[in-house]
């Protein structure tokens, strides 16, 4: 656990911090969908989240998490009827391929990453573009695309 914190913290936190600061954004109410420990939690109340609903099912990283970034924590999955109250909100969607269970209704705001290893990775990236979401971050070996749109 210790070396994907400092991991994140040293390559991936800067680079989603640069992303917030090129695109200006501000957020007030976010729903981070693998929220993991609370890191990009950090990052969205650093660029002004008022309310923060994080969902996560591996259960060490919420036995890690800090609560204290959320609004709510969730240690489980997010149904699909809460996915669809939630169209209000930006959603930050990284959760390793259960990105496959909500995109058939693409969200007005959000950063969504995809996997190349889930079955529709490519049909969901077309889905995105023509939704208005641009590609900004990549992982080193391309296995993952995060796409934007504010």
Not at 42 to 64: M, N, P, S, V
Not at 115 to 131: S, V, Y
Request: contains cysteine; glycine residues 4%.
């Amino acid at each position: 656990m210790q070396d994907f914190l400092v991991e994140y913290k040293n390559k991936e936190y800067p680079k989603f911090k640069q992303i917030f600061k090129l695109f200006n954004l501000t957020f007030n109410k976010v729903v981070d969908v693998g929220a993991e420990i609370g890191l990009s939690a950090q990052l969205f109340k650093e660029f002004g989240a008022k309310e923060i609903i994080g969902y996560e099912i591996d259960k060490t990283l919420c036995d890690a998490a800090d609560r204290s970034l959320f609004s709510v924590y969730y240690c489980r999955e997010m149904t699909k009827e809460e996915y669809l109250s939630y169209q209000d909100y930006f959603i930050k969607m990284d959760c390793e391929g259960c990105e496959e269970k909500y995109l058939d209704i693409i969200p007005e705001h959000g950063l969504i990453s995809l996997h190349d290893w889930t079955p529709n990775h490519l049909k969901n990236a077309e889905r995105l573009w023509i939704a208005g979401y641009i590609p900004v971050f990549h992982s080193y070996d391309w296995h993952e695309i995060t796409y934007l749109k504010s």
